[in-house]
């Protein structure tokens, strides 16, 4: 097939570039969005085709930009589990809890989207060397999808990231630079490489096509929940293209038909600092770039989102909040899920939950809702959180439970 994408939308001014150009942003530097022809897709495929097809974000094949399939780079990523939490729930004091895990998608988060559209559209446009700053989980998405399509990938980490994310971009044959600063200097480093030596720079909405995959995040929710949409999602930010796709995405159903117009309040959940936290606070429609703080959750500390008016514009029209947590509340909702629920978060994902707790207190949330939490990643790329160690026990010996 040909596909259904039309054109590149600016988000700030009224520029409009047609579907297969190689541009990554606007004329005036700001990002731009895909749109399709919706009107063409809601005559050829409905909520009932797609249900008999793989299990795998390319189920939606027509909301995703690839003009011919042969172009798809893909590892059966997406379609994640919607798990029931029951007991959270109860802990919680909210109605019904469920969460998206992210952790089962390839290396193990949901990097694993953007980077099969992105780098599936790029190819197909002929663009084959990337850089991707990261602070571990995108790179080695990045590193790992880009060797699957043949394309050249180099990435950048700051030194004191989780090994899992420069050895993973490593083994998929990635160029990886360990930088001795912070997360704000990737991004300069990798900004610059790409200005000198023709990079296209793959930063969060740097380009258009990350966010596509992204998006499919939110048409899985809605199709495993019978086509309707939750009351709350709960979202970690860092640079916030999930929220952003969600939103956008959530649109272009309701225009298919597929869809209400009832949408959920989008939870932006920050760690301790956070710029879009403080900037939902003042009522301000962009950010103001905050320090580099420490965190044991990396991928939502981002000194100022590229995207950041584009993430609040998604809060303010949902009616949605921004939270901020700290690193023990991240570390207890980890154990606890872990310990009743079985299922290991990540340190961003716990965060999701951290920031509920929070909202029930404050008297926003209670047993009248339906709500998600995303999982970004498996907490197994954060084996260092783990604390303390199990007995040993000579191979000659009993074990004794007391």
């Known amino acids: 097939m040909s596909g259904y994408l039309h054109g590149l939308e600016c988000t700030k001014c009224d520029a409009y570039y047609q579907g297969d150009t190689t541009r990554a942003l606007c004329d005036c530097g700001s990002p731009l969005l895909v749109r399709y022809e919706l009107e063409a897709i809601r005559k050829a495929v409905t909520p009932k085709d797609i249900a008999c097809r793989l299990p795998s974000m390319w189920r939606y094949r027509e909301l995703l930009p690839v003009r011919d399939d042969k172009a798809i780079v893909t590892m059966r990523e997406g379609f994640t589990p919607l798990i029931p939490a029951e007991r959270l729930a109860g802990e919680l004091g909210i109605g019904e809890v469920y969460i998206k895990d992210e952790g089962t998608n390839p290396t193990g988060t949901f990097k694993a989207r953007g980077a099969s559209a992105a780098i599936s559209r790029w190819k197909e446009l002929g663009v084959t ?14 590193a790992a999808y880009g060797a699957r399509a043949g394309v050249e990938i180099h990435t950048a980490l700051p030194v004191d990231c989780p ?56 048409i899985e929710v809605a199709e495993q929940l019978g086509w309707e949409l939750p009351d709350v999602i709960f979202y970690p930010t860092g640079g916030g293209v999930g929220i952003i796709g969600m939103w956008k995405v959530f649109d272009e159903l309701e225009a298919l038909g597929w869809i209400s117009g009832r949408r959920p309040r989008m939870v932006s959940v920050q760690c301790t600092g956070g710029s879009v936290v403080k900037a939902f606070n003042n009522g301000k429609e962009e950010c103001e770039a905050c320090p580099d703080v420490p965190t044991i959750a990396p991928g939502i500390m981002v000194a100022k989102p590229f995207s950041d008016f584009l993430i609040l514009r998604a809060l303010y029209a949902s009616k949605g909040w921004a939270v901020a947590v700290s690193d023990d509340e991240i570390l207890h909702f980890m154990a606890w899920v872990g310990r009743h629920e079985g299922i290991f978060l990540s340190p961003e994902g716990a965060a999701t939950v951290a920031g509920a707790h929070r909202m029930v207190q404050q008297g926003q949330l209670d047993r009248s809702h339906k709500v998600v939490f995303f999982n970004t990643a498996t907490g197994l790329r954060y084996p260092h959180l783990i604390q303390g160690q199990p007995p040993i026990i000579p191979g000659s010996g009993n074990i004794d439970p007391a």
Do not use: N
């Open 129 to 142: 060397k990337f850089c991707q700053p990261t602070v571990g989980s995108g790179g080695h998405a990045w």
């Open 163 to 218: 090994e899992i994310g420069w050895k993973g971009c490593s083994i998929s044959g990635a160029h990886v630079y360990r930088v001795d600063g912070t997360v704000t200097d990737v991004f300069r480093i990798m900004k610059d490489g790409a200005e000198r030596y023709g990079w296209l720079y793959a930063g969060a909405l740097r380009e258009p096509y990350r966010v596509e995959g992204k998006k499919t995040m939110g």
